[in-house]
């Protein structure tokens, strides 16, 4: 299934500027944290982006460690070279999450955050992810319920089509619903499930919300019967309940932490 979401240079540096924001901050600290990368560590980032976290495990594990990023976009491999440049520990190269390749049990530790939601093939990406894993080898993953977005509107039934029509740029818009199943059935075994929740009002002119209007307006029209001009009426209205102070935006977000059983090396 094709998600009909492009990571072209556009979307690559909007998404690079995004992730500057504060709330991406946070649940990139967080990121870490959970993924915990140790000196001297093997880490694999499958579908690194623009390598903000890379960049973060590649000082943790230090240079006695590696880091590997791969990714399937040009540009926001590109992106994350620039920002690996100082880590000579560090490669960035192209790679598909569902057929990583390369030896068994190579990996430490290997995180994709935000990823596993676009990848068609999703309980290969799983498998390859365990196989890739040493024995005591940790995953951290993070993925987004789009169904846990509460957004106020006047027009209950534009917003339910309008995220409708937006769930399509995704092969799977609820994977946290099934994600640990689905790990267990590779063989992984979920130590713990955390959950982020961003939560925007009125006074965030230019977080996660705001990059949403635009991006969902752009992407709904021609979906769920959506015309341009709905769609545009849908942005209006929620820069004006912005302006009016009514503006509420929430979404839930899932990190996963899971292992390979069997002993560390
Ligand atoms: C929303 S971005 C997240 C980037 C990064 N992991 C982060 O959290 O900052 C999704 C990334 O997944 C990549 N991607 C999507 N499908 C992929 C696949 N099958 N294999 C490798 N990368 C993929 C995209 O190119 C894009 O860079």
Sequence with gaps: MSTGLSFDPGMSALLEAQYTRPAMVLRRARALELADPKLGEDVLDVGCGPGFLTADLSAGVGENGSVLGIDQSESMLELARKRCDGYPQTRIEGGDAAAIGGEDARFDLVVSTQVLEYVADIDRALGEIARVLRPGGRTLLLATDWRSVAWYSS??????????????????????????????????EVTRIDRHSILEGADDRTGYSAMLIGSIAGFAIGRQGITEEEARAWAAEQEALRADRAFHFSIGQYYFSAVRPGSAR
């Design 155 to 188: 027009d209950e039934s534009r917003m339910d089509r309008m995220l409708r029509a937006w769930e399509e740029h995704l092969a799977h818009p609820t994977l946290p619903r099934t994600l640990g199943k689905r790990l267990e059935n590779v063989g992984l």
